[in-house]
Every structure is written in C-alpha cells, then in structure tokens.
T-cell receptor, first 113, second 110 residues
C-alpha cells in the first residue's frame, strides 16, 4: 500500500459528460501528480500541483482541469468526455516541489461509452 | 527534447533465469527510479537511486545508477512467475523534469 488513495476505482459514463476523480496524497507529501495511461501505453504526465499551486503542466487537454485543496487532496475534472478519454488515471504524490520519488495510487479506470 | 530509452521492450524467459533491463538518456539525471506495474494496478516503486554509481538491492532486484548519470539498469535474479509485469524506469532531470521510460514487459514461463 503506497499510502496514496484514489476514488472511485471504476467510472463508466457517456460521451459529453463530466466527471471528477479524487486523490489523497501520502501523509506529509505536498506534491500531487496526475497521469493518464491508455491501453498498453506508457504513462502520460498531465499536471502537477505543489501545496495548492499548479507547478508543472504536461500533455493536459483544455477539457481537463485539476486543483489541489488546502487539505492537499486533489481533484481532476474531465469534461466533454470523448471515447478516447477512456483510460486509467493515476495520481502520484511526492514530498517536494520538484519531481522526485513518486508514489502511485491504485488508479481510476474511466470508461466512456 | 529529452529522450529516455528503455530496453528491451519485452522479454520472455524461463522461471529461474536472470533478467536485465536498462534505460539510457541523452541528459544527465539526478534521480533514477524503477517501478513495476501489474495489469490494472498503479506502478509500485521498487528501487530509488540518488547518486552516480549507487548500487541498491531489494531482495532479488538490483539496480545501479550509471557513473555517467545517463543510464541505469535493473537486474532480477532467479525469476519467478510473480515477477511478471511491466517494469518502468523513470528519472528526474534538471530538477524540474520527470520522465518515464516506455516500459519492459516481462513474461516468465513456469
């Protein structure tokens, strides 16, 4: 158990809808990272937050947004969903601002029908 | 741009054999990490390396941070069926960049 929690574990929704994925980092970690992993693909970095502020951006679509709250949990919002958004979404956390040893949550599997 | 090359892409081995995989980069890395991912699960950190030349073991796994700081390898000795999964290298470069390799898919035949 990495100490990173993600909810929900599975999410099935329809095209055009909006969903919110939630992540709680390990106790004491200030950075949260979001990754997307499509079938048989590697991990695509989406965005990093550190202590409530956006720190780094990767290949995140404009339809996607994220935030980190004062209690350090983070939410990833995906809107106007398309079939191609079906993927595993992972959250990871680390202690510091710059990307360092990251611990991953179990992921949320999103299926868009 | 930065490239992180991981090889081999996949391996099919017999139980009991040793395994070796590596990652190379075009830039100097400050940290090298090795993760294992099983289907439908999140990557699990196996070994973290922070210094050039560092050799670290975790059970049957051994990883090294290359002297040039541009490469790292992971060895698994006496493989067993539960070693099956995808192994990712990852590294931090320039203190602000973090990259994952494309993964090595390991299959172990009992």
């Amino acid at each position: 158990d990495s100490g990173v929690t993600q909810t929900p574990k599975h999410l099935i929704t329809a095209t055009g809808q909006r969903v919110t994925l939630r992540c709680s980092p390990r106790s004491g970690d200030l950075s949260v990272y979001w990754y997307q992993q499509s079938l048989d693909q590697g991990l695509q970095f989406l965005i990093q937050y550190y202590n409530g502020e956006e720190r780094a951006k990767g290949n995140i679509l404009e339809r996607f947004s994220a935030q980190q709250f004062p209690d350090l949990h983070s939410e990833l919002n995906l809107s106007s969903l398309e079939l191609g958004d079906s993927a595993l979404y992972f959250c990871a956390s680390s202690a510091r601002a710059f990307p360092d040893t990251q611990y991953f949550g179990p992921g949320t599997r999103l299926t868009v029908l | 741009g930065q490239q992180l090359n991981q090889s081999p892409q996949s391996m099919f081995i017999q139980e009991g054999e040793d395994v070796s995989m590596n990652c190379t980069s075009s830039s100097i890395f400050n940290t090298w990490l090795w993760y294992k991912q099983e289907p439908g699960e999140g990557p699990v950190l196996l070994i973290a390396l922070y210094k050039a030349g560092e050799l670290t073991s975790n059970g049957r796994l051994t990883a090294q941070f290359g002297i040039t700081r541009k490469d790292s390898f992971l060895n698994i000795s006496a493989s067993i069926p539960s070693d099956v999964g995808i192994y990712f290298c990852a590294g931090q470069y320039n203190f602000n960049k973090f990259y994952f390799g494309s993964g090595t898919k390991l299959n172990v035949k009992p």
